[in-house]
């Protein structure tokens, strides 16, 4: 299985950390308050494809603003998985790699059928 891409997903997480002290957010940042902020953003992320034909969905990027705003869903999805990782003291990268192998393991790729 390769590796994923490195993200600095330590990096990310202390800017949010300072974001949110910055504006006294943390007793308020619980991994539930937040998990329940990030199904908020998720259904954000759904409306935009919800009237959309399948073809549709696959051209957004052909329309700037829409993309755009595709990518500011994602990202606000994105964000609220890092600081929940972040408040339960999750390795996210080591998450997402064993994850990536459990997968691998129960969805094993097709064999190719020999002439």
């Not at 308050?33 to 759904?46: D, G, H, P, S, Y």
Request: glycine content about 2%.
């Amino acid at each position: 299985m390769p590796h994923l891409r490195p993200m600095d997903i330590e990096n990310l997480q202390k800017q949010l950390r300072e974001f949110a002290a910055e504006r006294n957010w943390q007793p308020y940042q619980t991994p539930k308050n937040l998990a329940m902020a990030m199904v908020v953003e998720a259904a954000e992320l759904v409306e935009i494809f919800q009237w959309l034909t399948p073809e549709e969905s696959q051209q957004l990027k052909g329309n700037p603003a829409k993309h755009q705003h595709l990518g500011e869903e994602i990202a606000d999805v994105m964000l609220y998985l890092l600081q929940i990782a972040d408040h339960c003291s999750v390795d996210l990268q080591a998450a997402l790699e064993r994850k990536l192998a459990l997968n691998a393991i129960k969805h094993p790729a097709p064999t190719p059928r020999q002439a």
